[in-house]
């Protein structure tokens, strides 16, 4: 899946989609997803302007947002859901990503009820775990997001 077919999916754009391409697509399972991390980044400006490290915190956001495609892709009626992050647990960071780096983005469905879904997520610079954690996303349903803004 290229970067087209994830905006169909996904509601984030540049500069806040952070997949670039998915590898593997197991519905109600798993995602192997890509994320290649460029120089240009606008982030690496302020994110050190001596050391550019991407920040962790989006390392975690691009985890959830490869999860939030596993979870549409496992939803029986994803038109009507919209997904967001609800919970990060046991975050760990092992490794800094610098530009160059191709995160590798690993996520598992643990847990999957009605309106929440559990998922083990990692991120490796080829086979080095650059980062880790436990994340929580919650379905919204369509109709009462829309009512409510």
């Known amino acids: ?8 999916w996904l509601p984030h754009r540049y500069p806040f989609l952070l997949v670039d391409r ?3 697509l197991k519905p109600g399972d798993s995602i192997l997803a890509l994320k290649n991390v460029t120089y240009n980044e ?3 400006t302020g994110h050190f302007p001596e ?14 947002q490869a999860g939030g495609i ?12 919209f997904v967001v992050l609800s919970k990060i647990e046991e975050a760990k960071f092992r490794r800094t990503v610098v530009p160059g780096d ?6 598992k469905i643990l847990k999957q009820r009605t309106n929440f879904c559990t998922f083990e997520a990692k991120a490796l610079v ?17 109709n009462q997001l829309d009512e409510k803004i």
Request: proline residues 6%; without cysteine; glycine residues 4%.
């Open 126 to 142: 080829e086979d080095d775990l650059a980062a880790e954690a436990r994340l929580v996303a919650g379905l919204l349903k369509k």
């Open 51 to 64: 050391r550019k490290i991407m920040p962790g915190v989006l390392i975690v956001e691009a985890l959830a």
């Open 42 to 44: 606008p982030f690496f």
């Open 22 to 24: 998915v590898l593997e």
């Open 102 to 107: 191709q995160l590798k983005l690993s996520v």
């Open 70 to 81: 596993l979870l549409y892709h496992s939803h029986p009626d994803p038109d009507s859901v």
């Open 1 to 8: 899946m290229k970067s087209e077919k994830i905006e169909t």
